[in-house]
């Protein structure tokens, strides 16, 4: 279980969120919404320990974050609104680096099986500086086909997907919730997740 304390973020000479509550359980999913510059990164940025807490405590399994450490982000998948991706490797590159970075195994043939499930057959070799952006956007989404973490924190997933795209995403993600996993995530866009308990939390009023 995954639950924020109290929780005040304050950015710069701002106060951006006082007295913020969750708790969230496997199969569930938050969404965090909010204006623009409300905090909701800053929040993702809180939840995988990036960013400490003004005030409050985040608990993941009820043990503060920050006394667990690696035992957390062992459990944690993070994808940024930025791809994380190195545009002179490939995908097949990528996704694999990535994959060693994080320290789990995934074949060859896994990672092609999944580039293929998102949608990048035929481009697994082409250095993805040449990809266009929601394709590079693809290639930082094929991690969550293998992914197996039961926390997924995900900043604006959706964004620069067509809606084919889209929808292969929400059925990922609910996959995710139905094998008991849990998610956070921001978006601007409210997208239809046909599995799991979905919650919503909005910042900044
Ligand atoms: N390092 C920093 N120092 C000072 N202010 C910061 C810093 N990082 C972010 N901010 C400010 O904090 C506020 C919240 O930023 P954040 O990225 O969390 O918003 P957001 O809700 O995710 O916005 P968006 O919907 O535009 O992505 C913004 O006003 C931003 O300028």
């Not at 005040?8 to 000479?13: A, D, F, I, N, T």
């Not at 204006?35 to 807490?53: D, E, F, H, Q």
């Not at 957390?72 to 694999?96: M, Q, S, V, W």
């Not at 959706?158 to 995710?176: E, K, M, N, P, T």
Request: proline share 3%; charged share 25%; net charge negative.
């Amino acid at each position: 279980m995954l639950e924020a304390d109290n929780l005040e973020c304050v950015r710069g000479e701002r106060r951006l969120f006082a007295g913020l509550n969750f708790k969230l359980e496997g199969g569930e999913l938050l969404y965090l919404q909010g204006r623009n510059g409300a905090g909701k990164t800053s929040l993702l940025r809180m939840l995988i320990g990036l960013l400490p807490p003004e005030a409050g405590e985040i608990r993941w399994r009820g043990m503060a974050i920050d006394k667990l450490a690696d035992e957390f982000r062992a459990d944690l998948c993070y994808l940024g609104h930025l791809n994380a991706i190195k545009e002179e490797l490939t995908p097949l590159e990528n996704l694999l680096a990535a994959a060693r970075l994080a320290d789990e195994t995934l074949s060859e043939d896994d990672a092609i099986d999944a580039l293929e499930q998102v949608g990048l057959a035929g481009r697994e070799d082409l250095a993805c500086k040449y990809l266009s952006q929601g394709q590079k956007r693809r290639v930082a989404l094929a991690r969550l086909v293998t992914e197996k973490r039961p926390l997924w924190i995900l900043d604006e997933p959706f964004v620069a997907l067509d809606v084919a795209a889209v929808d292969w995403l929400a059925g990922i993600i609910s996959g995710h919730l139905q094998r008991g996993g849990l998610a956070v995530m921001t978006t601007h866009q409210l997208v239809n997740i046909p599995a799991g308990q979905v919650r919503e939390l909005r910042i900044g009023g």
